[in-house]
């Protein structure tokens, strides 16, 4: 679910995740930024948060450096537009904080709606590559 899929096109396939630039995302957690939170509505997921620290040699798409981790948010699309989406990030920047956290990264695509919420929540734009923004945001 947190792979930008635009309105007209097929969401690609569970199997996608197996792919390694994918995998690093769900895989062996238990690293120092490795935190996510869940949102709950009467026992239906409704979405999620997370985020993990790379390194250079396993860079994610929102890499930056390797003191920065990269965040990932997903909200089932029944749950958008009500807060959800900036409950849980403003939350997991409160967690990144106490842990001494400087920053934050992520990547989405330019037509992804998602991005004003990134926006209104501080983030900057640091790079582009081909439709996508790397940006981040100072805790």
Not at 93 to 116: I, M, P, T, Y
Request: glycine fraction near 8%; charged fraction near 25%.
């Amino acid at each position: 679910m947190a792979i930008y899929v635009p309105k007209d096109a097929s969401p690609p396939p569970l199997s996608i995740l197996n792919q390694p630039s994918l995998s690093k995302y769900i895989e062996k957690w238990g690293r120092v930024y490795d935190l996510a939170l869940v949102a709950d509505d009467n026992g239906t997921l409704a979405g999620a948060v997370w985020c993990r620290l790379y390194g250079a040699a396993e860079r994610g798409y929102g890499y930056i450096d390797d003191q920065t981790p990269e965040l990932s948010i997903a909200i089932k699309e029944n749950f958008r537009n009500r807060g959800l989406g900036t409950a849980l990030m403003t939350k997991l920047f409160d967690l990144l904080r106490e842990k001494g956290c400087q920053q934050v990264s992520l990547s989405v695509d330019q037509k992804n709606k998602a991005l004003h919420l990134y926006l209104r929540l501080g983030f900057e734009t640091i790079t582009s590559e081909g439709t996508a923004f790397t940006m981040k945001k100072v805790l």
